[in-house]
């Protein structure tokens, strides 16, 4: 096992323990990852939802079969890919994550990010894309183009819940995000020699 995958387990199991914030009351799964920890592309979602709490994965219910279904549309199974959320415990009623909740459970997501060390970083919806990206601008806005990110391509898109409810448009949108995800893994990057040897944990990925 290479190191980098022994650090992820050792990180998804103070995870699975950790109570520093009020999440950790309510849960009943802490939902750390989930596919492969060597995967060259990355997807960032936002937190867990009710199916997701009960069985510990990312991306199990009706919005992570449509994440699967735009994965195998460019030919990509989920097992190839690594997925994570911004914050590993469900809020209740599924609310959004408070700033504070963010802030304690960033570490995790900061530290999958340089083990796993993929090549393009996708953030569903607002909230990894402004944590990742830093940029208070809406996801429709930002979404469908790939910006340059700790010598990676980061490439925003809807998050799939959106569009189970936007329909056609949002989910056509996201079928345009991933063909240009399939377009950067199969172009392999120019190296740049002031981002090349940085390492994003070191340098603050999200400060
Ligand atoms: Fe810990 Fe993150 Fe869960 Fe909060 S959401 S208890 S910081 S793992």
Redesign the pocket.
């Known amino acids: 096992m290479t190191s980098s995958r022994i650090l992820l387990e050792e990180l998804g199991a103070r995870?699975a323990v950790?109570?520093?914030?009020s999440?950790?009351a309510t849960?009943n799964h802490?939902v750390f990852a989930d596919g492969n920890p060597e995967a060259d592309l990355m997807f960032v979602g936002e937190a867990p939802g009710s199916n997701e709490d009960l069985q510990g994965l990312p991306f199990v219910g009706a919005a992570g079969k449509l994440l699967d279904r735009l994965l195998g549309e460019i030919g990509i199974k989920r097992e190839d890919v690594y997925i994570a959320n911004v914050?590993?415990?469900r809020p209740p009623g599924n609310r959004d994550p408070r700033p504070e909740?963010i802030d304690?459970?960033q570490d995790?997501l900061r530290m999958q990010l340089s083990l796993v060390d993929p090549r393009v970083v996708v953030t569903l919806g607002n909230v990894a894309t402004k944590l990742l990206l830093k940029r208070d601008v809406g996801i429709t806005r930002l979404r469908g183009q790939a910006y340059p990110w700790w010598n990676r391509q980061l490439v925003p898109t809807f998050h799939p819940a959106a569009a189970l409810r936007g329909g056609d448009r949002v989910l056509e949108e996201m079928r345009q995000d991933f063909a240009l995800v399939a377009t950067l893994l199969r172009t392999p990057p120019a190296a740049d020699p002031v981002t090349a040897a940085a390492d994003p944990e070191q340098l603050g990925l999200f400060e």
Do not use: D, Q
Request: aromatic share 6%; glycine share 0%; hydrophobic share 50%.
């Open positions: 995870a950790c109570t520093a914030c999440l950790a849960r802490v914050i590993k415990c909740e304690a459970c995790f």
